[in-house]
């Protein structure tokens, strides 16, 4: 084989484009098996895994030797020809020809523990299992959805600088970094400086790593997380609302569009994300969602209190789509959270909380532009408000209506794949308890 060899992925050959030709393929070995003459090799690429078959008769004495000894995840080159075969998985296999072994593996440690902390120590040789596969493909499909919704709206990606010295969702959660001499804080949104932005830009978005030291070893907390935020000049609540239920649904739609062998791999109900793009996305209250697990659940959540994982659950039972939750009280809020003027102990805030118990996957707001209000909670946080100087003279200096909110890429790939727990939607995850390899 020569740098003139035309490769063909895998998936062609699964799609029957092949049949009866002779095709080069490379990738690794998935699994193996022999017996006498003849030697069974599943071989895996990034589009699909295929049988591949070697005769003794078909190929030199080396090759066959080679092939034999080759364990699993020893990468390979083989040429050969494609037949149609109803019993190789996938309904092809090829009859090779020739085979190159490119590297022969050492025995691979992923054999039989497959416990979820061994697996996270090999998560460098564990992403190329089947599961992890499939999840990483659906976030890419995620990810391209997000650029291509906000620009095919007109918003501008704007970037903000990973290194922040505010905070913005509350001092409990930032990381700390030495700066030269002084200190400085991780990322915890992009939100502040993006609403620097929008005064050139108006409408805007961003994804990008984000970090919060977050003490809970729950299912649904990364310490580093991947956001993908909006912020728009001249919306209220109810106009970035509506975008945000646009945004999921075109998501949605794209993974149904071009992941529907990942979704089987992963056994995730197609019919449930198929509903989502179907139907309206309803809006309540936070005090409506409180009467909704009183009544139906006889569940009594204090008046003020923010919603725990257990009361959004089952809230959820309620509902089989997400549902956008506003008007949360505006004690337990961020800062910049107005009062809503219609009722003035609620801000002008939403969460959209996914079903099934994946929680909270978007969170957004209206933005204060009442600089007093803003110095006042500022500093009942114990914050130093002469750091914040430059962000109120973003209300001094043409101040507009304007509203914003934050997706969590995890929190959505982890409730689009159907998965048990979000490390396993990010590939290198970072948690209170880990931050290797
Ligand atoms: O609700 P949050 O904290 O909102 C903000 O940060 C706003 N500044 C966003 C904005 O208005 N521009 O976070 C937004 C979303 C949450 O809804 C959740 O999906 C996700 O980010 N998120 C996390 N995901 C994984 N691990 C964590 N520790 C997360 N914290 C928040
Ligand atoms: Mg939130």
Redesign the pocket.
């Known amino acids: 084989m020569t740098r003139e060899t035309v490769w063909t992925p895998i998936s062609e050959i699964l799609n029957g484009r092949k049949t009866n030709e002779t095709v080069n393929i490379r990738g690794w070995i998935y699994r193996t098996r022999s017996s006498g003459n003849i030697i069974f090799i599943i071989v895996r690429d990034a589009t699909g895994v295929l049988q591949c078959t070697i005769t003794k008769d078909n190929v030199s004495d080396d090759e066959f030797n080679n092939a034999k000894k080759a364990l699993i995840e020893s990468s390979l080159e083989l040429r050969g020809v494609v037949r149609e075969d109803k019993r190789a998985p996938g309904g092809y296999e090829i009859q090779v020809n020739h085979v190159n072994i490119v590297n022969f593996a050492e025995p691979f440690p992923i054999v039989k523990d497959y416990s979820p902390e061994f697996l996270l120590d090999n998560r460098h040789l564990w992403l190329r299992s089947q599961k992890l596969t499939s999840v990483f493909k659906i976030r890419s499909t995620i990810v391209g959805a997000i650029h291509k919704f906000f620009r095919d709206r007109g918003f501008y990606e704007f970037d903000a600088p990973v290194l922040q010295p505010n905070q913005?969702?509350g001092g409990a959660?930032l990381f700390e970094v030495k700066y030269y001499d002084k200190k400085t804080y991780l990322s915890?949104?992009?939100?502040l400086y993006?609403e620097a932005g929008i005064f050139s830009l108006e409408k805007i978005y961003n994804m990008g790593p984000?970090f919060?030291a977050?003490r809970s070893k729950t299912s649904?907390?990364?310490?580093e997380?991947w956001?993908a935020?909006?912020?728009a000049a001249w919306m209220n609540l109810y106009d970035v609302i509506d975008v945000a239920k646009e945004e999921i649904k075109f998501i949605v739609e794209e993974v149904l569009k071009n992941n529907k062998r990942e979704l089987e791999v992963l056994g995730q109900d197609v019919k449930k994300l198929e509903r989502v793009v179907d139907s309206e996305i309803p809006t309540i209250t936070y005090t409506e969602a409180l009467n909704i697990l009183k009544e139906k659940e006889n569940m009594n959540v204090e008046w003020g209190k923010d919603l725990r994982t257990i009361e959004e659950e089952k809230l959820m039972g309620h509902f089989d789509t997400p549902v956008v939750v506003t008007n949360y009280p505006v004690e337990i809020m961020?800062f910049y959270k107005p009062r809503d003027p219609k009722d003035p102990k609620t801000a002008l805030c939403f969460?959209?909380i996914a079903p099934e118990g994946y929680?909270?996957?978007?969170?957004?707001?209206e933005r204060s532009l009442d600089i007093e209000d803003m110095t006042k909670r500022l500093k009942t946080m114990g914050e130093n408000v002469e750091n914040y100087q430059w962000y109120f003279d973003l209300r001094r200096y043409g101040s507009v209506p304007h509203a914003?909110?934050?997706?969590?890429v995890?929190?959505?790939v982890a409730w689009i794949c159907g998965l048990d727990n979000?490390k396993d939607a990010i590939p290198f995850p970072r948690t209170m308890l880990r931050f290797r390899p």
Not at 188 to 191: C, G, K, M, V
Not at 220 to 223: A, E, G, T, V
Not at 404 to 408: A, D, H, K, Q, S
Request: hydrophobic fraction near 35%; aromatic fraction near 8%; charged fraction near 25%.
């Open positions: 913005c969702e959660t915890q949104s992009w939100q993006a984000t919060r977050e649904r907390h990364l310490s997380f956001m935020e909006m912020e961020a969460d959209m929680g909270e996957i978007i969170g957004g707001s914003g909110y934050g997706l969590g995890e929190r959505v979000i």
